[in-house]
T-cell receptor, first 111, second 118 residues
Framework: EDKVVQSPLSLVVHEGDTVTLNCSYEVTNFRSLLWYKQEKKAPTFLFMLTSSGIEKKSGRLSSILDKKELFSILNITATQTGDSAVYLCAVEAYNTDKLIFGTGTRLQVFP | EAGVAQSPRYKIIEKRQSVAFWCNPISGHATLYWYQQILGQGPKLLIQFQNNGVVDDSQLPKDRFSAERLKGVDSTLKIQPAKLEDSAVYLC????????????????FGEGSRLTVL
């Protein structure tokens, strides 16, 4: 059965800290891995990764995929209180046309 | 561009009652998804429509859940009768084409309908 596992489940840091969120997966016919940020509203898209070793970057956020070891990490540097959210990892497989989500990592950033 | 619209935002019902949620996707988006997100868990796909046809409803509890997307635009998800374990946020998402045909793989989510079953 396809599955996506995220760790840690919860993380509490102070502003300015750097955090690393992990996502491992077991999916048949892997196509892509996506990261979403979910505050109290709808999940919003952050990154889509399809190739190993190519870092995607957006401001203080960056992500990379390792297709050999079947995992991805999401890094956030110089965290701010506005980064507080649940970060969801999802995986898409060929021929299924749907996303399988992990349980998410809840990040809390305190001033 | 208007986003995905969902209503109601919140609903509280007693078990065995029925409830319906409505979703209006982004204009022109052919693919529509309903996800169930139980507290502390990631979203789980319930049903996927491509235009007005069902692509995947393998995880929809069909004895109590039903969904339709008449005319290939807005959609309704119904639960009848509701159980305590149906308490969750029901997220609607849309995409211009199917995931397999989309470069970014991005789904556009609505703000969700939070259901509490007492």
């Amino acid at each position: 059965e396809d599955k996506v596992v995220q760790s840690p489940l919860s993380l509490v840091v102070h502003e300015g800290d750097t955090v690393t969120l992990n996502c491992s997966y077991e999916v048949t016919n892997f196509r892509s891995l996506l990261w979403y940020k979910q505050e109290k509203k709808a999940p919003t898209f952050l990154f889509m990764l399809t190739s190993s070793g190519i870092e995607k970057k957006s401001g203080r956020l960056s992500s990379i995929l390792d297709k050999k070891e079947l995992f991805s990490i999401l890094n956030i540097t110089a965290t701010q209180t506005g980064d507080s959210a649940v970060y969801l990892c999802a995986v898409e497989a060929y021929n299924t046309d749907k996303l399988i989500f992990g349980t998410g990592t809840r990040l809390q950033v305190f001033p | 561009e208007a986003g995905v619209a969902q209503s109601p935002r919140y609903k509280i019902i007693e078990k065995r009652q029925s409830v319906a949620f409505w979703c209006n996707p982004i204009s022109g988006h052919a693919t529509l998804y309903w996800y169930q997100q139980i507290l502390g868990q990631g979203p789980k796909l319930l049903i996927q429509f491509q235009n007005n046809g069902v692509v995947d409803d393998s995880q929809l509890p069909k004895d109590r859940f039903s969904a339709e997307r008449l005319k290939g635009v807005d959609s309704t998800l119904k639960i009848q009768p509701a159980k305590l374990e149906d308490s969750a946020v029901y997220l609607c998402a849309s995409s211009p084409v199917s995931l397999a045909g989309k470069v970014t793989g991005e789904l556009f989510f609505g703000e969700g309908s939070r259901l509490t079953v007492l």
